[in-house]
């Protein structure tokens, strides 16, 4: 079946400006992550949910940074007044279940600011 | 505070030896290890986990081994092929938390 997908896959936006990523996480999967990942470095975790309930959002690195995930299944990270810093691999990950720890990760979108 | 340590940061193996990553953790409460792979422009890929009950789990040619006591677990690639040169992440969590990823170490097998 198909995998996790996310869109899009670069975005290139002039800083101060809103964007929005999203993630469609394998069909009937409860929990979708969000993560960061800098190159040459491990995903850093941004937030979860389980179903449509944010569980954590501790990696979150300021309140310009927010995630939904309204219906239990897509969801969308919005950075609001982006800057330089935030250029990254933005990655999203699902699993079938809950606290098992067995996610499988999307493509990634890269946010470059510029 | 790091709480997975990877090493090496980079490795290189001749076509068909054995290569060994090594992790160490700080959290006891940990109770799940997996290993991901990831190729240049690709997200990382599960390639293999344990959970502390055991002390080594075996799938092909990958096999993790796991030490409670030294809060250590490592990855053995046997036989080692060129398609295996990835990136390779161990990662680590406790029950309903998210992984912590180690910093990766990058695999180059040579032939």
């Known amino acids: 079946g198909a995998g996790v997908s996310q869109s899009p896959r670069y975005k290139v936006t002039k800083r101060g400006q809103d964007v929005a990523l999203r993630c469609d996480p394998i069909s009937g999967h409860v929990s979708l992550y969000w993560y960061r990942q800098a190159l040459g470095q491990g995903p850093e975790f941004l937030t979860y949910?389980?179903?449509?309930?944010?569980?954590?959002k501790s990696g979150l690195p300021n309140d310009r940074f927010s995630a939904e995930r309204p219906e239990g299944s897509i969801s969308t990270l919005t950075i609001q007044r982006t800057e330089q810093r935030d250029s990254a691999m933005y990655r999203c990950?699902?699993?079938?279940?809950?606290?098992?720890?067995?996610?499988?990760f999307g493509p990634g979108t890269r946010l470059t600011v510029t | 505070q790091q709480q997975v340590k990877q090493s090496p940061q980079s490795l290189i193996v001749q076509k068909g030896g054995i290569s060994i990553i090594n992790c160490a953790y700080e959290n006891t409460a940990f109770d799940y290890f997996p290993w991901y792979q990831q190729f240049p422009g690709k997200g990382p890929a599960l390639l293999i986990a344990?959970?502390?009950?055991?002390s080594e789990k075996k799938e092909g040619r990958f096999t993790i081994s796991f030490n409670k006591s030294a809060k250590q677990f490592s990855l053995h690639i046997m036989d080692s092929q060129p398609g295996d040169s990835a990136t390779y992440f161990c990662a680590a969590s406790e029950a309903n938390t998210p992984l912590v990823f180690g910093k990766g170490t990058r695999l180059s097998v040579i032939a």
């Open positions: 344990i959970r502390p009950d055991v």
């Open positions: 990950a699902s699993s079938s279940r809950q606290g098992v720890g067995e996610q499988y």
């Open positions: 949910f389980n179903y449509e309930a944010q569980q954590d």
